[in-house]
């Protein structure tokens, strides 16, 4: 890195952030030492413009990520994981076998990964002292299992919806309002993940105020697969429904994205480079200049003399601004994304291609000594716009419920609840929701996150608490069951039971 030390004011940002740790600060003045290898991390967080490339060639260049590190000899990369040995560029650590790490792994035994019989239909024990309505028993492999089986209410629950849509909804912590007699607080707007956006429904502190009735039974129809109307504050109008494609400003969502911007760019550089001397993937997460990005330089493309806008990340990969135009950006207009165009390079009769990543839009153009002028799009670039679009999947609304299995879940089991907790976690005793497998979260308490779409609608209820009413089953070996101290007094052969219910 080049250095305008006279602009430096020895913030220290830059040596907070240097993952090498190469750069300090000494007399108010950042100093660089031996081991650089221009990952440009210091060039990001500098408010004063201290740092800029010296493009050098000494070192190995690594392409195992898009930083593409000059790592020096003996030295190792921004990540720590790739080291400068002689020359070569060797992992500085070695394969680890399955064997050598299951001990960091917690599994569940196979013959109580399934309940004998699900919480669906069981009824509710309260107050929680009482043995669980049904505790069973069955022979497994030899090996006695038990059951037990309850309706619990559950009452500071969420729901977290995964969208699929590229479409721009609002800003990150906007709040989400259910449609009805006035808006209902009900959630925010939590988060994107890869190509969907999260929304974070009802918890403990909504639940509780005065909208928490009416955000319990949005997320209650919600988990009944019915469809309901949100809005998302100063955002967008939503239509949604578990398992269907969700509905954002009245227009269905139709496809989800194969990747960002950036990734779509690695997965179809040959076709790319087919479909026109430039191809720009306009997208909301990280917005792609083909002939700059590492694909494009590994196929020999060479650089096209566009410059778009936005904020360099790395090589061919930019952050833009989000908003309601083209990719979830605030692009309108495609052409708008470029900053400069150098003629000598991109000459007249050189095309550029500027697409969504899931190819919905998209604009093919032309160099004429007017400028840029839309045309007919190549042949090349309708085969890759086709492939981009057939690799799309389907979109879909999905959800997982979050909540805690609190004292009538547990004391229904056993008559000493923190023994049934720490078998929990240790993995002797399976939980289900209905049958399905939910994830655990470590540490204290029963807290899990389930797939709603596992769990057969009409499983789950709502009382006025509010709380929602759901099926759980407890799977142990009937070893376990006495250990933790079950309630083997209330214990029945699953046969008889069967039997009584006429299954």
Known sequence: MKLDIQRCNGCGLCQEVCPLGVLSVEDKKVKISEGCVECRTCLKVCPKGVFSMEDK???VLCDACPIMCRIPEGGKGACHRYVNDGGILKRGARLFTYEEVAEYLKGTDPLIERPLITG????????DFRPSPLIVSGIRDGVEVVTVVTEAPLSYSGLKLKIDTD?????EGKRVFVKGKGR????????EEYGSKILSLGGVNILTSKHGIFAAKAIYELLKGRSVKITIEDGAEL???????????KGIQERMRVGCGSATTGLFAPLMAEAADEVIVLDGHITALFTEHPSGRYLGVKRSGIKIKGLKSTEGRYFLEKGDGWGGT?????????????TRQFKIGSTLLITETTGERYAYFRMTEEGLKEAEPSKGA???????RDSCEATMVSGVFAAGVGGSARAGVTKNPIRLTRAVHRGEVAITIGGA???IFPGGGINFLVDVGQIRFGSIYLTPTPSFVLPVEYTMAKKTFEEIGGHIEALRPLDQVLEEIGA
């Open 330 to 342: 605030r692009i309108q207009n495609p052409l708008e994304v470029i900053e400069s165009v150098d």
């Open 239 to 249: 239509e949604v429904r578990i398992g269907d494609r969700p509905i954002v400003n």
């Open 57 to 59: 060639k000494e070192g």
């Open 167 to 171: 479409e721009f909804l609002g800003t």
């Open 184 to 191: 209902r607080h009900i959630g925010h707007l939590c988060t």
């Open 437 to 439: 497998r939910p994830f």
């Open 120 to 127: 669906i239909g069981s009824g509710t024990t309260y107050p």
């Open 382 to 388: 309708m085969e890759f716009l086709r492939e981009l």
